[in-house]
């Protein structure tokens, strides 16, 4: 949790927007009122299902950790309701405008922000094939508050919509056409929330019309991927049908030769649900060197770790080959910026990304790029061709923006 915690009466505010990030152990929520973007509460819920689950709540100016066990989304999202009335802020009467759901796959179907009804519920569920881990948890979240709170309409947002419109080449994966057509198989792309957020405040930053604007993002987290849009549009991003494409992730492998699975289906007997799981949750990071945590991966590399060091090598590899597809996806390129945990903290991935490109117009100045701050801040030197920025993301606050606005449609 990272965001500054008003310290004032969420009462007192006019509209007010409870977001929830449902993983598939883990719920994330804040209350905020998104044109201040003021936030008056945060929390997380971890192991959700497991004997160790935990809730942490933060709400003026204290955090509550209670360790209990959270069997499924619904009792964690009712013992988040119970911590917000503790802390005195009941969420049936505080006048919510909306909920606002982060919801990872549209499919084909979701590309706008939606008002929830039962139909609703019922295509996303039919879209939880493809999401399996992430689909049903968030659809079990708005089941619950659409009891908890029925008077509160819950907005879906999708992590796939500013994807939607990517060019048929780019989205379009070269397998038989029957097959792909009958089982939705394209590339969705996915942190669409994230990549057209930045990409509207480096707009901002540099006091430019977005439209004019071609951009390179970087949204490395613990899920990672990078986008290219041109004025505004998307077209290139690196996750696929599922968000396991691309870069290397925490525990992610971002790209393998598709061969791999087949070679373990048959050599190793793994049935498809061990090569998810492998590919899912032991692999990237975490499958090279034990560690997901960008932070300790760096602590052992500097201990002189040879594991922590070549999975260091790879990440940045990996990001490397993709920056230099998408400026060649470009032609063109204005601006590039890095974003989420380990983009917006870590500087010596930026300058190893961005190192040795001088012959491509991009001149990182060491010192801009030591600084750290939460700001949106350039970390190029004034005679660089391309300017490099870092800008923090915000994804709850652009969900409850456009839950807002779905709402007031
Ligand atoms: P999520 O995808 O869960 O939203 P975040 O955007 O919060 O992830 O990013 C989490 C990642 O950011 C972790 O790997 C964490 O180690 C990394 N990170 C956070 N702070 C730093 C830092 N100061 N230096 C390097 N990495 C960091």
Redesign the pocket.
Known sequence: MSADIATTDPVSSTTLVLVLNAGSSSLKYQLLEPESEKVFADGVAQRIGEESSSITHEQNGQSITRDRKLADHQEALEEMLSLFADNGTDLTTVGLTAVGHRVVHGGQMFYKPTVVDGDVINDIDKLSDLAPLHNPVALDGVRAMRKLLPDTPSVCVFDTAFFHNLPKEVSTYAIDREIAEEYSIRRYGFHGTSHQYVSGKVAEFLRRDVGDLNQIIMHL???ASISAIRGGSPVETSMGLTPMEGLVM?TRSGDVDPGVLTHLARAAKMSSDDIDKMLNKQSGLKGLCGE?????L?NKAAAGDEDAKLAYDVYIHRLRKYIGAYMLTLGRVDVITFT???GE??SDVRADAMGHLAQFGIKIDPDRNAVRSKEPRKITTDDSGITVLVVPTNEELSIARQSVAAVEA
């Not at 997901?292 to 300790?296: A, I, K, S, T, Y």
């Open positions: 987290g613990n899920g925490g997901n945590d960008f932070r300790e760096s989420a945990g380990v903290n870590a």
